[in-house]
């Protein structure tokens, strides 16, 4: 039930190619965890997995949109441990067209049900009264919110960092919901700056950031969102593929390419100073890619590599 202790490898990357700096750059390669079930959402189902197993539920629910690395998770989690799963999606659009998105595809080949909602009402996902109904629609389940993110996760997500991370000046991570933040946060050292690169337009994510931590190491930025949450455009999707050229690790598109893209222009403007070691963590999602490039192509955009 994803116990043990997962494979990871720290690999140091040179940002020769990127910019002259004596800063040292490295990967914590999360997203080799697990095929489908890897990096943040390893971290962030672990302990719901074992929680719900505990309490008796053999039926995960949990929310998304139509490309969301959680509910392809979720999917395969409840394929390879034996849980029935219902994914509650944002939007009406794909409910008959659930063949033309590889996220949700995927998902139904793992045996996730669907329930598509209008964007009105999944406004609600977190209200008492709409749980009720969904209680009554499917019956008794585990409910895991909206990216994974309660305290559970937390716990999960602050097995990230090991004894040998606490020697790096700066962590950094991309954002969603702020759940791998706030577990790298209270399992960071006090003297070390954690940086979040918020995929999405804002820095809402603060509020429910400091609801898990009280520490003040961190900050949040959206400066390298691209405009908001699964928005690209074709300097990022250039510098992914790049980085990729370069380094032979895939980045994806709607956290990781905007982290590194954002950690190598902090560099750039002296915002890290130089001979700072710098540790980002490569969080998975690399299932997005198929969904972009569909978007990608129909926009005649490069595709991304």
């Given amino acids: 039930m994803l116990?043990?202790?997962?494979?990871v490898i720290n690999q140091v990357i040179s940002l020769e190619p990127f910019l002259n700096t004596n800063c040292k750059l490295v990967i914590k390669r999360e997203d080799l965890i697990h095929p489908h079930i890897s990096g943040n959402k390893y971290r962030k189902l672990k302990y719901n997995l074992i929680n719900a197993k505990k309490e008796g539920f053999n039926t995960l629910l949990?929310?998304?949109?139509?490309y969301s690395n959680h509910i392809a998770a979720v999917a395969s989690v409840g394929k390879e441990f034996g849980f029935n799963t219902i994914g509650v999606i944002r939007g009406e659009e794909l409910i008959d067209k659930v063949e033309l998105n590889?996220?949700?595809?995927?998902?139904?080949?793992?045996?996730?049900?669907?329930?598509?909602?209008?964007?009105?009402?999944?406004?609600?996902?977190?209200?008492?009264?709409?749980?009720?109904?969904?209680?009554?629609k499917f019956g008794k389940f585990y409910l895991i919110p909206e990216g994974g993110t309660n305290q559970l996760a937390i716990k999960g997500c602050s097995e990230i960092l090991k004894k040998e991370d606490l020697n790096y000046d700066f962590i950094c991570a991309s954002v969603g919901t702020g759940g791998t933040l706030s577990g790298l946060i209270?399992?960071?050292?006090?003297?070390?700056?954690?940086?979040?690169f918020s995929a999405l337009k804002g820095t809402f994510q603060l509020s429910e950031i400091n609801k898990y931590t009280h520490k003040s190491n961190f900050k949040l930025l959206d400066d390298y969102c691209f405009g908001g949450y699964a928005k690209v455009n074709t300097q990022l999707i250039n510098f992914m593929n790049s980085f990729k050229?370069?380094?032979?690790?895939?980045?994806?598109?709607?956290?990781?390419?905007?982290?590194?893209?954002?950690?190598?222009d902090l560099i750039k403007k002296g915002l890290i100073k130089e001979k700072s070691s710098i540790l980002c963590i490569h969080t998975g999602g690399l299932q997005g890619i198929v969904g972009m490039n569909n978007i990608l192509k129909k926009k005649n955009l490069p595709l991304i590599k």
């Fill in 3 to 7: 116990e043990g202790k997962p494979s």
């Fill in 62 to 66: 949990t929310f998304g949109g139509a």
């Fill in 102 to 136: 590889a996220t949700l595809l995927f998902a139904k080949k793992c045996g996730m049900k669907f329930l598509f909602i209008s964007r009105k009402d999944y406004q609600l996902k977190t209200e008492k009264a709409f749980i009720d109904i969904l209680k009554t």
């Fill in 186 to 196: 209270k399992s960071s050292k006090n003297s070390q700056n954690v940086i979040g």
């Fill in 245 to 264: 050229e370069v380094t032979a690790i895939p980045l994806d598109p709607i956290y990781t390419g905007k982290m590194m893209f954002g950690i190598i």
